[in-house]
């Protein structure tokens, strides 16, 4: 488990500042730490709040020990977690943050790089989207109000803060213009423009860049005990991304069938142009896919985009770049590179993006991949001008 700045992989640069912080007494009463959860901006919050949490006690001491053994267990009383929830089998309605605090202790503990996907999934919600709720936000107030336990700080971190609805933003915006008196607000977030100005602007930013592949090599070979050759083909393929290469590590990753949907999407798109039988089966893969959960939905729009960057950079000749490999070996990017140039790529990604934005936002499934298979069977035909 990473609790410690030294267990920090990278981001020597950002570790620094925060302990600088610490060391001269002027701490930000609201920090936002943006970047990619697999870049480390959770693990860091932890260790900034045990360092807040544990500064009033003597290095070494019992008191000190005892401070950083709670938060090592996610059991501080002055520490707070606010995350992205809703109901399951188990919380039936009404559900905060505080209906699952053992399983997210759990997953903290195990996966502090950890996605929101990989969140879901232990909730037993990955067909499901969760959210930060109005209630969350009463949920907040109550407990800042609260004096501090062990008379020093108290931190609260708000993990994926992008998934704040707007009544729940809109309470917070009142904690940060009226703060409790030592209390830190860490806001977490993977995509800062979902979240309100008026928020942001009261922050302050500390953007976390992806990690280095000889970072992620480094710790996998000292952490998972990974060969060298190993790790670094590992590190190469997580493009900065700890948590992907844990998962690239385990071979439990999406990767093998989101290939297996991309190769059947693009391969029945070439085929469709006026195919009527290939045109159906683009209708029975967009049913197909509008019968998954809607954050795999999401996480597989990611994906393609990312192949079609990859198709981009190929086609150009900027492999010096390149770490893509296929799980399968079924499908070749050197002939599917020819096919996405500069006159097609930016209406691509417009075209997965928008997609995204409805499936975020429940539109229908079947409606949105149909739309999408029909753009991409006109794009993907485009020719390159010269």
Known sequence: MYMDFSDIIG???IKSHLLKTIENGRIPHAQ????????????????YAKSLLCQQHASGSPEHQLCA????RIAHPDLHFVYPVTTNDTVKKHAVSDSFSEEWRSFI????????????????????????????????????????????YKVLIIWMAEKMNTECSNKILKVLEEPPEKTVLLLLTEDEEQILTTITSRCQKLRFPLLPEDEISKTLINKQLTTEN????????????????????????????????????????????????????????????????RETQKKFLGYCMEMFRQGLLRNYGTDTSMHFETESGQFSLDKFAPFVHQNNI??????????????????????????????LTRLIHRKELV
Do not use: C, M
Request: hydrophobic share 40%; proline share 1%.
């Open 346 to 375: 930016y209406d691509i990604i417009s075209a997965l993006e928008d997609a995204s934005y409805h499936i975020e936002r429940n539109g229908n499934a079947k409606i949105i991949f149909t739309d999408l298979s029909i753009q």
């Open 109 to 152: 503990l195990k996966k502090p790089y950890g996605s929101l996907f990989d969140w879901f999934q232990t909730l037993g919600i990955e067909n499901k989207q969760g959210n930060i709720s109005v209630r969350e936000a009463e949920e907040i107030a109550r407990k800042l109000t609260l004096k501090s336990y062990e008379g020093g």
């Open 69 to 72: 053994h709670k938060v090592d």
């Open 11 to 13: 981001q020597q640069h």
């Open 230 to 293: 190993k790790a670094r083909k590992v590190a190469k393929q997580a493009a900065g991304d700890y948590n992907k290469a844990l998962h690239i590590l385990n071979e439990d990753g999406d990767d093998l069938l989101f290939e297996k949907w991309f190769v059947s999407w693009v391969r029945t798109a070439f085929k469709a142009k006026g195919n009527k039988s290939a045109i159906n089966e683009l209708l029975r893969w967009s049913d197909s896919l509008a019968g998954e959960g």
């Open 32 to 47: 936002l730490f943006v970047g990619n959860n697999g870049s480390g901006i959770l693990a860091s919050a932890l260790a």
